[in-house]
């Protein structure tokens, strides 16, 4: 599996930006996707997760109520909405996948993810 991260760019306060993470390669059905993100001179951060197997999501409570994660099975790829972006957003951010289910507790765990993209830099200007 080969994951392909995309949509970055460089934004002012407020904007939105929609980051996107294509798949190849054979996933399976009860996959789990997230979102970490790395700021310079930090450790990477869970950001956003969804778990295939019940459709459920969840958030940092950084971004909550402002990102969206989503998917489209048909084109294979994975989204994060991101809304009304502060600075404290800046960091390169990195999709990963987990080719199956993921228990709660994990899912902020980069070590839980088999899979992850090349990142894709985010910059939010004040």
């Known amino acids: 599996v080969q994951l392909q991260a995309s949509g970055g760019g460089s934004v002012q306060a407020g904007d939105s930006l929609r980051l996107s993470c294509a798949a190849s390669?054979?996933?399976?059905?009860?996959?789990?996707v997230a979102w970490f993100r790395q700021a310079p001179g930090k450790e990477r951060e869970f950001v956003s997760v969804?778990?295939?197997?019940?459709?459920?999501?969840y958030y940092a409570d950084s971004v909550k109520g402002r990102f969206t994660i989503y998917r489209d099975d048909a084109k294979n790829t994975r989204y994060l909405q991101m809304n009304s972006l502060k600075p404290d957003d800046t960091a390169i951010y990195y999709c990963a996948v987990r080719n199956g289910r993921i228990i709660t507790s994990q899912v902020t765990e980069p070590g839980a993810y088999d899979y992850w993209g090349q990142g894709t830099q985010v910059t939010v200007s004040s």
């Open positions: 390669g054979r996933i399976s059905s009860h996959y789990t």
């Open positions: 969804f778990r295939a197997g019940d459709r459920s999501s």
